[in-house]
């Protein structure tokens, strides 16, 4: 039987733990891989009740239908990604979520996958978190347009995210990117903030 | 024939301080009729006129331009020439067109500076390679010169390139084509224009085409802004507005048209003396005999007519080149502009008759018209003189659209596996 | 000590801080805030380059971004910069610059000769000669490319980090001149987030240059200042200062460049700092502030050092405190030059004379000069000039009355210092790139700008509003009006624009040749563009010669095409022309404006994608193991996929012959976690499928696997892969590779925009899943230790997938294999990929278990005939074409399909897929060798296709090789020919594409 | 850089999008009994209007949604942004050439 200790993550090969810093006085931007997240793609239509009772009923929090907008429900976070498509973000093993959505859902034409595997999460905080993605990423990030609390597909340099923007005293970003393009992303991502000084955390 | 250009007829004239050089060509208005109308006074038209006059016979002939000859893509390409193309129809095509640029100065007693300093197509992986060898091979086998260069061939004419690259594109190998080069762009339309004006044609410039008259399924002239001119013939040859012009005729035509951009360096002593082209990374670079670094960029995937590039296809380039060159980080972009070319779907051209009866077409060279000016013009005006393609065009038709017989030189995607 | 020509007080620069820099190998000293043209000038440096052509000696001709001489080379090796303009590089301590294209050196430059052979030397005399015999153009080309050129390019890769970011902003103010900084207090003030863009090293514009000027009762700068701090008070405005805006590109975006450390010792520069910095910058309005460029006079040989534009003078005697000479002689056509004989006056500096195209001057600043007594030469000009290294004279004489002589020898008068004025010309270059209209204002003789064509406006001197007060006033307004439209009202009570003296240049008699005592080109050069050495004469050539269009004019004589790309040329050119024709100036037109403004580093576009950050490198979840195994990597599309794996002291060769061995005598596996995956879902995912691929998909049972074509609506093989059926209304597709992405977007163009009716939802999942791929005899074996899975041949027949564990892991195993041989392939959650990956090589040791790259997978695949989409296929190959008739239903329609029946796609001459096998079986054809019937002993030959794929097959105990072949398959057994580069013939015969176990029972054992 | 305002997410950068031509350009559905010319119009021949052209986006980096854009071709305004399937807002289609 293979252990899940030895599940690896896509930016496992960095060895960021060992980088942590205990002291990172006034650096600009804290970055950190946020491992395992589990992640449930749901497709299906929002203007149909019956849809949205259903996953009501499940997550106990509505599909966020405004775009690029969140929703939260208890441990479990909904990121609006188009007109007909979610992510249900947990900590805890997806599986009953996404079989108790493929119940409820039984019947629509609405689709459960997981995808959680297929993805990392980099988190980007501190006073300078915004300056560092605009060098890669086309959004507005200033707090009048991607105000906290808020979600957006987009590209960060050359790989396509989903950002997440915390609602956090300071700009906190969660960059979700797939597994393959993780460690180009975070290296990147790592350069261009070093002129305000970067530091890893937990 | 007028006055020939020469160190004797120039010193000759710095005696009279150059007040006596006669005109290039004349800027005649138009007679109210013509055995043939060539629309489009860029190379390829001017190139069209002259050998209908030269080879043809064929004098009364106007050459109709909306604005200043070789104003479009003539005066806004990189100036490469080659024709180590991979099938044998488009290869056989280049080819005359290559033969007839080794001997153009002189035909046309105008030095348009082709300088055969050869041609490098960069393999930066395994299916590069394989791809370069069989180009490399059908090239030889078809006449066309063409050899495989060593990573250390490549770092010898091109010292300044980094054939790591960094370890994401490294520089596997090359096909070479010596013969390839570079040329003066628009002295070949200044040329031609000079010649065909010596052989009667009349170049009328400043004239837009408003539409053209067709009489049952024939063209009988040509709408413009000085009025009608009646025509037994007309050749179309207007990169990047082929669709519009060829809409007025009735005719649609598979043609998408993009702004192709394009940009050059402030001027420095020579340190490249090849042209060095990348497909894998979106760049081609030479140095001007001014000393500017010519470099080609992408195009922008969507159409348009506005003749200027967009800020994405620059990096996107300049990276490239730097990736290739690192000490060039530091040179400066001096003037950057797009020309409109448009493309078809197998990237390769249409030199063609249409549904109307002495109606020609010439288009769709997507990036590669100016390498081909000489050849297109001699073609086109063989097919329009005879009212049938030349054995070099026959596979250039409209009508492979309809049957499927594509000459498809995008080459092969990205291999897969 | 100071430098000579220091003014012992006055400047902004720091004189308690001395820089020392070289030039031309000579150490000299200026102080902080001088520009390396200020300094030189104070160190009576004046001759410090040779024109492009005639290599005539050039000096310091403006004080800005419009200098076309003083172009310069600074720093050394793999750090220099080639065509840098002194006027605008900051005095740094310990620069290194010298002068360019000269030989020896600047001052005694051999190719002057040139010079004295210009008659022979007019534009366009390139174009006329050189051509015999015409196999010696490239000699004659390669000593022309050595004399042109200006600077060197640098040696070496360039040691500095180039950053670029991406900016949004309400309101974007180019330009920190009078008018730029009210227009940013006012958008500011009403809360607009402001982006105030600035090309100097400080705010102010020509206030900077200006001795006495006053704002609201104060001195300019003091008021300036002012505005700097209320600026930097305000956390919506951002001032970017050493930033030129370049370009102006569609829907408001806009290209500008930072500089961050050019202006820092080399040992101050912070390491973690870039070099320059791209700002791609949307901005919802446009506020274009950029001031005006003073025009020169086109008189007889006004090329010499010594010979500047008259507000450079001022902005040298003012800001920088230097004298550009001792005694000076002003030319000028309008008043404002005036203002810089006052100021010179002021300075010390012996005034010799007001030379005045006028015929009665008058004027403000005229009469101002008058009270100071200086001597005015109305209706006068200069007709000709001495002085080699530096201007030594000038002659002056009278005007006719219609300008278009002069009268008289002349008057001979000494001066080491030309101040010229003709006007000035609006900085209408990003209004025009934007595709604004440009207009011909006749009062001031100057093109201006027109209606806008973006959202953007224009404000003072740049919009031909010349008057300090005017521009405040204009800028303040425009700055309320740009930010309004973008939703921010002027808060409180209205504040009134900052009041100021309105004073501009005029009147002024406008004049775009001035006669010499010669006719023209009779010696005496006019220039027009001293960069390239175009002068008028050379303007009327290339009209005389046909060559009409101003923009023919351009390209025959390159005038306005050199680094300065004719900020100080152009519209004199077109003066000229227009003088020429006798037609009013909007009939001659102007040339385009291309970005960018000022030349740009080629780095900063490239930013930080450079090296390893140029393309995502993509790795699968087992990539280290691979690496740790010293696997050889290949590039395929972004992704590195083992390409194979050398054990110690192997080649290539030998490596994959063990691999290949391996997996059919026992056991292999390799990382096939790169293939695109597609989730297909809902209830006509089989309907979706049919109209997809080529084959049929209504009776696929669930739990059974695929092979499917796809083709691209011209009938051409697109890509190809094993689909499987999860369940009834659930199938997961996989794609090859390179396509996975194109593929997806392929499936959804289709689903969203032709059949929106079919209910199906797709997800990728590629890398939800590791994929490990087994092959050969013991592959069974070794899975059924590692499975909860019967894998008896009944239980699970060959392409069908059953879902159990592997290794304790959730797991879904496909039987389907790509190499013709027993195989599996393992998909577990991404995240155990590794762990899988180590489970399975060490309990595989028994059986010899061997990592095979994609190498080994070619040789395996090809030994079965199977193809690969991009080797066997270029767009160019129908699934006809490659003897897969099988797979194409006739039952129903796919995309693609009509397209497989037009006439030339049955022509038996097609290309169509067949094997080779050579003559030699030890012989391997080069892939993409090209086969002939018959070999001629000279090109051409008629060719029949070439060769896809070729291998020695270790299996087969030959070479093997596919090829596409013209009526292919019709020459089963015939013989065909590769003539080879190196001259070598190899012969082989036409066979089938199978070459191992034709059977396929190693497969389904 | 384009701003193109995607119908669902909003305006974003050209970079976000790819392009699909031609828009309203219906898949023949009896391909079967077209003539070689009839399905070559439709697979190859392209209006390439200079001037208001009707053409179709898809918002690759973000929704992956594809919708119909009404762009001047020659000033590369946009004049329109609509759904796909839906019918083209009344717009002067005239090609100011």
């Not at chain 3, 060769?653 to 596996?669: I, M, P, T, W, Y």
């Not at chain 3, 270790?954 to 003539?979: C, D, E, H, T």
């Not at chain 4, 010319?37 to 594809?66: A, I, P």
Request: aromatic content about 8%; charged content about 20%; hydrophobic content about 40%.
């Amino acid at each position: 039987m293979v252990e899940a200790y030895l599940r690896q993550s896509p930016l496992s090969q960095l060895a960021l733990p060992s980088r942590i810093a205990a002291e990172h006085g006034n650096t600009g931007v804290t970055m950190a891989e946020r491992q395992f997240r589990r992640i449930v793609n749901l497709r299906g239509n929002p203007k149909s009740e019956e849809f949205t009772k259903a996953v009501k009923s499940v997550l106990g929090a509505d599909p966020p239908l405004m775009p690029n907008s969140v929703n939260t429900g208890k441990d479990i976070t909904l990121l609006w990604l188009g007109p007909d498509e979610w992510w249900i973000i947990t900590d805890a093993d997806t599986a009953p979520v996404a079989d108790k959505l493929r119940e409820a859902l039984a019947g629509q034409h609405a689709v459960v996958t997981d995808v959680g595997e297929g993805y990392t999460c980099i988190a980007a905080s501190g006073a300078s978190a915004a300056d560092t993605l605009a060098k890669g990423c086309t959004l507005d990030f200033h707090d009048s347009v991607f105000a906290p609390g808020s979600c957006a597909q987009s590209d960060m340099a050359k790989a396509v995210v989903v950002f997440h923007r915390l609602e956090a005293d300071k700009p906190s970003f969660e960059i979700y990117v797939r597994s393959s393009f993780a460690e180009y992303l975070w290296r990147w991502i790592e350069n261009a903030a070093e002129e305000y000084g970067v530091a890893v955390t937990q | 024939m007028k006055s020939r250009y020469s160190i004797f007829s120039l010193m000759r004239n710095a005696l009279s301080y150059h007040e006596k050089w006669p005109e290039a060509w004349r800027s005649p208005e138009p007679k109210p009729s013509y055995d043939v109308i060539i629309v489009g006074g860029g190379g390829h038209g001017l190139a069209t006129a002259y050998y209908l006059a030269k080879l043809h016979g064929i004098h009364n002939v106007a050459v109709i331009e909306r604005g200043w000859l070789g104003g479009g893509n003539t005066g806004r390409n990189t100036t490469i020439v080659r024709s180590n193309y991979l099938w044998d129809e488009s290869a056989a095509l280049y080819e005359h067109a290559l033969k007839l640029w080794e001997g153009m100065s002189q035909e046309l007693n105008y030095n348009v500076m082709f300088s055969q300093r050869g041609v490098m197509n960069l393999a930066h992986n395994q299916h590069d390679l394989r791809e370069l060898s069989r180009r490399i091979n059908a090239n030889r086998l078809n006449g066309v010169d063409s050899e495989f260069l060593t990573p250390q061939q490549i770092k010898d004419l091109v010292p300044i390139i980094d054939l790591r690259g960094n370890g994401r594109y490294p520089v596997l190998g090359a096909s070479m084509q010596r013969r390839g080069g570079t040329a003066r762009h628009d002295a070949v339309a200044w040329g031609y224009a000079r010649r065909a004006d010596e052989q009667g044609v009349d170049i009328i410039q400043e004239c837009p085409v408003h539409g053209f008259e067709i009489e049952n399924g024939k063209v009988v002239g040509v709408q413009t802004a000085k009025g009608l001119i009646k025509a037994k013939k007309v050749g179309v040859v207007v990169a990047g507005h082929s669709s519009v012009m060829a809409e007025m005729a009735g005719i649609r035509l598979p043609l998408v048209s993009h702004p192709l951009q394009a940009l050059v360096s402030e001027p420095v002593k020579p340190v490249i003396d090849t042209v060095v082209m990348s497909n894998a990374i979106h760049a081609y670079i030479s140095q001007s005999d001014k000393g500017e670094l010519v470099i080609g960029a992408g195009v922008d995937k969507y159409v348009g007519y506005g003749q200027r590039g967009s800020l994405p296809v620059t990096e996107e380039t300049l990276a490239a080149v730097c990736e290739l060159f690192p000490s060039l980080k530091r040179m400066r972009m001096m003037r950057q502009w797009g020309g409109i070319v448009d493309t078809c779907p197998d990237a390769s051209p249409i030199i063609s008759k249409t549904p109307v009866e002495g109606f020609f077409i010439n288009c769709g060279w997507g990036t590669g018209g100016f390498k081909a000016t000489p050849g297109s013009g001699w073609v086109f005006a063989d097919t329009i003189a005879n009212d049938r393609p030349h054995p070099l065009n026959e596979a250039f038709s409209l009508e492979r659209f309809n049957s499927g017989y594509l000459v498809d030189e995008h080459g092969a995607a990205a291999v897969a596996h | 000590m100071p430098a000579r020509f220091r003014l012992t007080q006055g400047g902004l620069i720091d004189r308690s801080k001395p820089v020392s820099f070289q030039f031309n190998g000579k150490v000299y000293l200026g102080f902080e805030g001088d520009t390396l043209a200020s300094a030189l000038i104070a160190n009576g440096v004046h001759l410090v380059g040779r024109s492009f052509k005639y290599h005539r000696p050039r000096g310091i001709m403006s004080a800005g971004a419009e200098e076309a001489n003083a172009l310069i080379q600074v720093g050394e090796g793999a750090r220099s910069d080639p065509n840098l303009r002194a006027t605008q590089i900051e005095l740094v301590d310990g620069l290194v610059a010298s002068s360019q294209n000269c030989w020896p050196s600047v001052e005694f430059d051999v190719s002057i000769v040139n010079n004295f052979a210009s008659r022979l030397l007019p534009s366009g005399f390139y174009y006329k000669t050189f051509m015999w015999p015409a196999s010696f153009w490239m000699t004659y080309e390669s000593a022309i490319r050595k004399a042109a050129g200006l600077g060197k390019a640098p040696e070496g890769p360039d040691p500095d980090s180039y950053d670029k970011t991406f900016a949004h902003c309400d309101v974007l103010v180019v330009g920190a001149g009078p008018s730029g900084l009210t227009a940013a207090l006012s958008a500011g003030r009403a809360g607009a987030r402001v982006i105030l863009a600035e090309q100097d090293n400080a705010l102010g514009g020509d206030l900077l240059s200006e001795a006495d000027a006053e704002i609201q009762g104060q001195p300019a700068l003091e008021w300036v200042e002012g505005a700097r701090a209320e600026l930097e008070g305000l956390e919506n405005v951002r001032i970017l200062t050493r930033t030129q805006c370049y370009g102006y590109f569609d829907h408001n975006f806009i290209g500008l460049m930072q500089n961050l450390t050019d202006h820092l010792p080399q040992n101050a520069k912070p390491a973690s700092l870039p070099r320059h910095r791209l700002w791609k910058l949307r901005a919802k309005q446009v506020l274009l502030a950029t001031g005006a460029i003073e025009r020169p006079l086109v008189f007889s040989d006004n090329d010499r050092p010594g010979i500047m534009l008259a507000s450079a003078c001022r902005t040298y005697v003012n800001r920088y405190g230097v004298k550009p000479g001792k005694k000076a002689v002003i030319f000028t056509n309008n008043d404002g030059a005036y203002a810089a004989a006052l100021d010179l006056h002021k300075a010390g500096i012996h005034v010799a004379a007001i030379v005045d195209l006028r015929s009665d001057p008058e004027g403000p600043m005229t009469e101002q000069a008058r009270e100071a007594g200086l001597r005015i030469l109305g209706n006068h000009a200069v007709i000709a000039t001495a002085g080699d290294k530096r201007v030594k004279a000038v002659l002056v004489a009278p005007l006719s009355e219609d300008g278009e002589k002069v009268y008289g020898g002349g008057e001979k008068i000494d001066c080491d210092l030309v101040a010229v004025s003709g006007g000035w010309n609006p900085t209408v270059h990003l209004h025009s790139q934007s595709r604004g209209k440009i207009v011909f204002d006749d009062d001031y003789a100057c093109f201006v700008p027109g209606t806008p064509a973006q959202e953007s406006v224009t404000a003072g001197a740049c919009s031909g509003n010349f008057g300090l007060g005017a521009c405040l006033t204009q800028g303040h307004d425009a700055g309320i009006a740009t930010a309004a439209k973008t939703g921010f009202k002027a808060k409180g009570r209205k504040r009134a624009p900052p009041k100021a003296e309105d004073r501009n240049f005029l009147p002024a008699r406008w004049m775009w040749l001035v006669p010499g005592d010669k006719p023209l080109g009779h010696g005496g050069k006019h220039f027009v563009d001293v960069q390239n050495d175009v002068t008028a004469a050379d303007l009327h050539l290339a009209l005389r010669e046909g060559y009409r269009s101003i923009e023919h004019v351009k390209r025959y004589t390159t005038t306005g095409m050199g680094t300065d790309q004719g900020k100080t040329s152009n519209v004199n050119a077109i003066g000229i022309v227009a003088g020429h024709f006798g037609c009013p100036i909007p009939n001659v037109g102007v040339t385009t404006f291309r970005p960018p403004y000022t030349p740009v580093t080629f780095g900063v576009f490239a930013g930080r994608d450079v090296g390893d950050l140029l393309d995502p490198v993509r790795k699968t979840p087992m990539h280290a193991l691979h690496e740790h195994a010293g696997a050889a990597f290949e590039d395929v599309g972004q992704w590195k996929r083992p390409w194979y794996f050398p054990i110690a002291g192997e080649d290539m060769h030998q490596a994959v012959n063990r691999e290949v061995k391996a997996c059919r005598d026992s056991l292999g596996v390799m990382d096939a976690s790169t293939l695109g995956k597609i989730d297909i879902q809902g209830k006509d995912a089989a309907e979706f499928l049919n109209r997809i691929y080529t084959n049929a998909w209504s009776q696929l049972k669930v739990g059974a696997c695929r092979y499917g074509l796809m083709l691209g609506e011209d009938g051409m093989v697109m890509d190809d892969g094993v689909t499987s059926r999860l369940g009834e209304n659930h199938f997961l597709m996989t794609t090859t590779t390179g396509n996975a992405a194109p593929v997806l977007g392929h499936l959804e163009e289709y689903l969203q925009t032709e059949w929106p009716e079919l209910e199906v939802y797709l997800t990728s999942v590629t890398e939800q899943f590791a994929t490990i791929s087994l092959a050969g005899p013991n592959a069974r074996n070794l899975l059924a230790e590692l499975t909860d899975i019967d894998l008896s041949a009944e239980a699970f027949p060959f392409m069908t997938l059953r879902e159990g564990t592997a290794a304790g892991i959730p797991a879904r195993v496909f039987r389907i294999s790509f190499t013709g041989d027993l195989s599996y392939e393992i998909n577990v959650p991404a995240s155990y990929g590794a762990a899988l990956w180590q489970t399975v090589m060490t309990a595989g040791e028994k059986y010899g278990i061997t990592p095979y790259g994609t190498e080994a997978m070619h040789v395996l695949r090809a030994e079965k005939g199977f193809i690969i989409v991009g080797q066997e296929t270029d767009g160019s190959v129908t699934p006809f074409d490659l003897g897969m008739d099988w797979i194409v239903s006739k039952k129903k329609d796919f995309v693609g399909r009509r397209s497989l029946f037009r006439a030339d796609m049955s022509k038996d001459d097609r290309k169509q897929l067949v094997g080779l096998l050579t003559d030699v079986p030890e012989q391997v054809l080069p892939e993409g060798a090209q086969l002939v019937e018959k070999v001629e002993d000279k090109p051409p030959m008629k060719m029949l296709g070439h060769v896809t794929s070729s291998y020695h097959s270790p299996n087969v105990g030959r070479s093997i090789a596919m090829a596409l072949i013209k009526g292919g398959r019709a020459r089963m057994g015939s013989k065909l020919y590769a003539p080879l580069a190196d001259g070598k013939v190899v012969t082989c015969t036409v066979t089938g594409v199978v070459f191992y176990d034709k059977e396929g029972e190693r497969t389904r054992g | 850089m384009l701003e193109i305002n995607c119908p669902y997410c909003g305006p974003r950068f050209e970079t976000e999008f790819s392009y699909g031509g031609e828009a309203h350009i219906e898949r023949p559905k009896d391909s079967e009994n077209l003539t070689d010319e009839q399905w070559g119009d439709y697979v190859f021949m392209n209006s390439n209007t200079k001037g208001v052209f009707l053409e179709r986006w898809v918002h690759t980096s973000g929704c992956r949604r594809w919708f119909n854009v009404a762009r001047d071709t020659v000033s590369y305004q946009i004049l329109a942004v609509y759904e796909t399937g839906a019918k083209p807002p009344k717009l002067d289609l005239r090609n100011d050439v």
